[in-house]
């Protein structure tokens, strides 16, 4: 499946530490990068004194044992930050049979009280990129790097606006059907993942039934419009696991900060590299728009 071992496709990716202090599948330490950090950033929730963090379900694919998650910890990729982490929530689950693979499946959590403890000042400032460390007794896990962003004035489920003013969309999926290649247990919450994209300029399918009238001409006896979306983003191979894993699961949907959502079908995900260790990454999805019986 991938080049790391047991590695996930999903929105917060983990790896497995191959020894104390490994960082080396941080994509920014990934030789063809070479330290860049800011061409992709990915975007987790703070509140508005930086002290909260919201971190999305993520899975951990491991060796079957019994050990439980034993420690989080917040750090920062300068070695100022090392903050313990209470309060998740995570399930174990078996990935195959004869069981010698578990998920352990993380819920959503806003960790609070991230703050200094001498000047209780947040320590989720913007000018730091973090990860989060995550031990079971047995074994050490690392998350790729991220920014913790401020929420929108009117939503505060949402990072605030970008650069540019057009703001994020949440992309959504879940599979509620089988384990996805004794990887991905559907046994767990929906992943979730903030884009700074632009959902526009759709096309448009028209697709009519039609039946012969026993005149020489057809009556129109079911009708559909489609919306074809696309919008794209460019990041890191990481990136690319996460969106182009996406068709796999039964249940994708966009969703706005105003409440509003697409549920997804047909995705399609193109991804063309630009250098080795960037890529454009196009989704394209297709929305049910107007449907129209014969007797409508």
């Known amino acids: 499946m991938s080049k790391y071992n047991d590695y996930i496709p999903q929105a917060l990716p983990v790896y497995r530490e191959l ?26 929730l703070t509140n508005s004194f930086r002290s909260e963090l919201k971190v999305p379900p993520f899975h951990i694919k491991r060796d079957h044992r019994v050990g439980d998650i034993t420690a989080i910890t917040l750090k920062s990729t300068d070695g100022t930050v090392s903050h313990a982490l209470t309060g998740w929530s995570n399930t174990l689950n078996d990935l ?8 352990v499946v993380f819920f ?28 079971d007794g047995t074994d050490t896990w690392y998350t790729e790097v991220f920014v913790a962003v401020q929420p929108d004035a009117d939503n505060t489920d949402y990072p605030a606006d970008c650069d540019d003013g057009c703001g994020y969309i949440r992309l959504v999926w879940s599979n509620s059907g089988c384990i996805i290649s004794e990887t991905i247990h559907n046994n767990s ?23 012969d009238d026993g005149e020489g001409g057809v009556v129109k006896t079911f009708q559909r419009l489609e919306k074809r979306w696309e919008f794209f983003v460019r990041g890191p191979e990481y990136l690319a696991d996460c969106l182009a894993s996406t068709q796999m699961f039964g249940v994708v949907s966009v969703q706005f900060s105003n409440d509003d959502f697409i549920s997804c079908q047909d995705i399609e995900v193109e991804v063309d590299w630009e250098t080795p260790c960037w890529a454009r990454i196009t989704f394209r999805f297709t929305g049910e728009f107007l449907v129209k019986t014969a007797c409508c």
């Open 189 to 211: 919450p929906a992943f979730q993942l903030f884009l700074p994209v632009n959902v526009a300029q759709p096309k448009y399918t028209y697709k009519p039934d039609t039946e």
């Open 108 to 135: 959503a959590h806003t960790f609070t009280g991230i703050q200094d403890g001498l000047t209780d000042a947040g320590l989720l400032v913007p000018e730091k990129f973090f990860y989060l460390l995550i031990a």
């Open 96 to 103: 195959n049979d004869p069981v010698t693979k578990d998920a």
């Open 19 to 44: 020894y104390a202090g490994d960082r080396s599948n941080q994509n920014y330490n990934l030789c063809q990068c070479n330290g860049d950090l800011n061409t992709w950033q990915l975007p987790l």
